[in-house]
């Protein structure tokens, strides 16, 4: 019947929604959303998608008058051990700033724990009710397989995968937290107005012979697709003209993570551009405008490079958090995981550890006129501008203020091909707690298992290593598992 291809979504305008929505269609589901709250008793099976940050889609649920309590009367699924038969050995996306522990008092609710740091719930089901801490919809085939399951009610589940899942849930209680391989898309209109991934040298796109176009190495979707396929454990998009454009007017920019999130079920970020800005009729738009929408339209996170350096500036400055950033409003909305601040440093040597106000590390090669020091500057707009500001400053600033992510870059190394510049990459770890994801510089496999051994990065970010098809993602994977570096496979 109708009914039984139906789908109830409880869409309360929070992060990015969109993914679920794809997730339900492409396992031949229909979605009604709710819009009042007899729909929710009427329901199927109900699904709530938890992203965002709690208070702020609390309030929404509040406003809207859909309580929570309503949900527990109507999802109708029998066996709960069903539905997380396929995960196995495999990895989850998980993404959050709480958690919640085993006690005696949930133990009857509890379907999988994981460990970081401590043991906390993974999944948990009563009665007919089912929760993840983990986002299935952004954990590739295998998270696919748990939707499925719960969409189908557990019939596709054979009987012999249900004897597994015991074990399921004592492998991932004893799981590590993978380390992640992203892939990178520099994106930008070329000469002809059509959006095209290039890559630059040193932040250099265009051609150094003839007519100097900008390089074109392929279309967003298609390529985003091709590494989700390959086994990236996220992709990136930066339209690195941002700073100049507005991003709203930006419509292909929009288009292209729809069309994406159609097809790629790992987590999207999205950056360039996030910022308050004036278009030319002089309309306003403010940066939580610009990030709504990019997650309206299928982002999971966004990406801010040159408005988070002037907000760390003035924290610094000031010693004081006005709330006013776009780094501080998005991610007091959207939840620091949605948040990532990226970094363009450029290093600068000096002959002593104090000539500049600046942390400072001793080189392993020399500078140009032999100075054995060096910082690393902060760089706005597309590379085009220096601050003075350090990449170890803005570390610690940005975490002050909301960044769930560090996005390091390194012009002197992007394209090179040379290897991550792991001096700097240490530097930043030291200063802040929150993930840092190492960019610029893979030229081979041993790049990343050099920065994953010798430094605390938490992902490797590379893009054209991928996009001249020099190695594909898989080979990565597994030269990293041969190096005994945990992997989602
Ligand atoms: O400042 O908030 O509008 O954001 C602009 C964003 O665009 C920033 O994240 C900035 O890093 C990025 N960006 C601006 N100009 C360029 C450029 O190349 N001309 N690209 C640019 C940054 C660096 C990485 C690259 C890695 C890996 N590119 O994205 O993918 O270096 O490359 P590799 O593996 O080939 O070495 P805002």
New binding site residues.
Partial sequence: SNQDAEVTLLDYGAGNVRSVRNAIHLMGFQIKDVNKPEDIENANRLILPGVGSFAAAMAKLEEKCFFLTQVKKVVTLKKPSKILAGVKRNHVYFVHSYRAVPLVENEDWVLATTVYGEEFLAAVSKGNVYATQFHPEKSGVVGLDIVRRFLDGGRSCEAEEISRVAETSSMRSGSTLAKRVIA?L?VRSNDMGDLVVT??DQ?D?REQSGDQEVRNLGKPVDLASRYYEDGADEVTF?N?T??RDSPLGDIPMLEVLRSTSKRVFVPLTV????RDFKDKDGRYYSSLEVASEYFRSGADKI?????AVYAAEEYLKTGKKTGTSSLEQISSVYGKQAVIV?V?PRRIYIKGPNDVPFKTIKVQTTGPNDEEYAWYQCM?K??REGRPIGAFELAKAVEDLGAGEILL?CID???QGNGYDLDLIKLVSEAVTIPVIA????GSIHHFSEVFLQTPASAA?????FHRKEVPIMSVKEHMMKAGIETRI
Avoid: E
């Fill in positions: 990178c520099d890559k630059g932040y796109v930066l690195i941002g700073f950056g360039g551009g996030i990406s801010i490079g040159t408005d990226s363009d706005v597309g590379g870059n190394c992007d394209g960019s610029s510089g893979a970010l590379a893009a054209g290593i």
